[in-house]
């Protein structure tokens, strides 16, 4: 189903992963029971067989292992967790989980207020600077195809 993903991801030099480091299905489903959702099926399909990734100075936020889950900056639950502790943001960003933050003027994250057919969440580009929030991609396996082409 992902084949051309992981085609175009053996050929990039841009998005950067360490083979072999996939999450243990334990992860996800530790994650998904503490979010009380499930993680979208192409985010799932990348943290089992590529589990981490830098691009642009900024990691595509993984799981790690639990017992390290609070002191991991690459961690999408550490950093939810952190996010959720702002009531401020909470409210500003209902639904936000985030998912990648490169080193530059934008972030992006999971809308999950919305779930599609096939179970995947919106994938949202924040440009900070202009405080404007736009879909960047349908779903994260679009979202990483689009990071893709648009550094190639």
């Given amino acids: 189903m992902y084949e051309q993903l992981a085609e175009k991801l053996g050929r990039t030099k841009w998005i950067k992963w360490h083979h072999g480091h996939g ?34 100075g900024g990691e595509i936020l993984s799981l790690g292992p ?8 690459s961690d999408l639950l550490y950093i939810h967790r952190l996010n959720i502790e702002d009531e401020d943001w909470v409210k500003a960003f209902p639904g936000r989980l985030d998912l990648y933050v490169p080193d530059s003027d934008e972030l992006y994250f999971f809308d999950t207020s919305s779930v599609n057919d096939h179970n995947e969440f919106n ?22 195809e689009q990071l893709i082409d648009q550094w190639e």
């Fill in 23 to 56: 999450v243990e299905e334990s992860w996800i489903t530790e994650a998904e029971a503490e979010l009380g959702f499930a993680l979208p099926p192409s985010y799932c399909w990348w943290l089992r067989n590529y589990g981490n990734g830098r691009l642009d």
């Fill in 66 to 73: 639990p017992e390290h889950r609070d002191i991991n900056d």
């Fill in 123 to 144: 994938v949202m580009q924040y440009d900070l600077m202009n405080g404007i929030i736009d879909v960047y991609a349908p779903t994260f396996a679009d979202f990483l």
